[in-house]
């Protein structure tokens, strides 16, 4: 292992997460990223009913475990809520309720639907910086900005008794989700640009350079396989954030979703037509017949709210003509997360 605090400043930055397994920030701390499930011992499903059927199966496994789940506004949640009746379900309620209060609302809908026992975690500042040093110290790297909630929500659960929480995270990966991602014929300049989340170069006073992670997955000169790249980066970025925030806690957790495959290939022209997780949209339909199909929204966390005020980072890695004003709050988060984990190993 080699220590690379440069890199992997850069890399957390373009990627939230460290890409190379062989760098760290510091001696004596190491990150390790998750190993997504081989594709050899993942289970192939044609349809809707494929995929209700194998995972009725994987339930049939912690039949006797007192059972939880992180229960959103979307689908992917609520389509795991229906084999889960009279379990308790953990769902995020925002600055007393008023931030997103549809998911909110869609999520109190699931759970009376197959009877769950709703709890509530509420999130707001204190919360954050609460939790956020432990995921950091744990991941031995700054961090995305669900994993603090993420840890209040496990810690709640396993109070309460939960010996397991069951999680929807890589149903868009597998089945076609994140349409405004995979939607575009993109080329290779155009899917860098689209997908980094901050470009280091506009933030870092010594940003290195990022696009090798993209070379990998260039064809045809100026082409990208971006599906593989979403397939292999995406994956591990995604999924190690639940990883690290539910093994601080101690919290087992199971993803009924990540050992599933589409058996044929991903219709992006249906994708791109309006129908993004086309297969699992069809199953949420069957387990609620009485509404409507939501639509994608990513996990809420009210970052633009927390960071409406922040003046921007200060220390000297930073570029000191930042204008803030020029910055979603998930790019705010990312600056001042890495700057807040330079504090904490550093002084």
Not at 73 to 85: E, F, N, Q, T
Not at 255 to 284: C, T
């Amino acid at each position: 292992m080699a220590v690379d605090k440069k890199y992997c400043m850069s890399s957390y930055i373009a990627f939230r997460y460290i890409e190379d397994d062989n760098k760290d920030f510091y001696e004596g701390m190491h990150h390790e990223n998750i190993k997504p499930i081989p594709l050899e011992e993942r289970i192939p499903v044609h349809t809707a009913d494929d995929i209700d059927r194998e995972i009725a199966r994987e339930f049939e496994a912690f039949k006797g475990k007192k059972l939880g789940i992180m229960l959103s506004g979307g689908m992917d949640s609520a389509i795991c809520a229906s084999y889960m009746p009279g379990c308790d379900a953990y769902t995020f309620r925002f600055l007393g309720g008023d931030f997103q209060s549809e998911e909110l609302a869609r999520a109190e809908y699931y759970a009376k639907y197959y009877g769950l026992k709703l709890h509530y975690v509420d999130i707001d500042w204190n919360t954050v910086e609460k939790y956020v040093d432990p995921v950091m110290k744990a991941k031995a790297a700054p961090v995305h900005s669900i994993e603090p909630q993420l840890l209040a929500a496990a810690l709640q659960a396993k109070a309460d008794g939960v010996e397991m929480l069951i999680v929807g995270e890589s149903s868009d990966l597998i089945f076609g989700g994140m349409d405004k991602l995979i939607s575009p014929k993109w080329d290779y300049e155009g899917f860098k640009k689209r997908y980094m989340f901050i470009d280091p170069a506009d933030v870092l006073n010594d940003p290195q350079d990022m696009d090798y992670l993209f070379e990998r997955y260039r064809k045809d000169g100026d082409k990208i396989d971006y599906m593989q790249f979403m397939d292999d980066v995406f994956a591990i970025e995604s999924s190690s954030s639940y990883l690290n925030a539910f093994n601080v806690a101690g919290m087992p957790y199971f993803d009924p979703y990540a050992r599933l495959i589409m058996a044929d290939p991903l219709d992006l022209d249906r994708v791109r037509n309006g129908e993004p997780k086309y297969l699992i949209r069809e199953l949420m339909a069957k387990k609620y017949p009485e509404i409507p199909v939501p639509f994608k929204n990513p996990m809420p966390r009210p970052v633009d709210a927390y960071f409406a005020n922040w003046s921007g980072p200060v220390r000297a890695e930073f570029r000191q003509d930042l204008d803030m004003s020029k910055f979603t709050g998930n790019q705010k988060w990312q600056m001042w997360c890495l700057e807040r984990f330079l504090n904490n190993n550093e002084g």
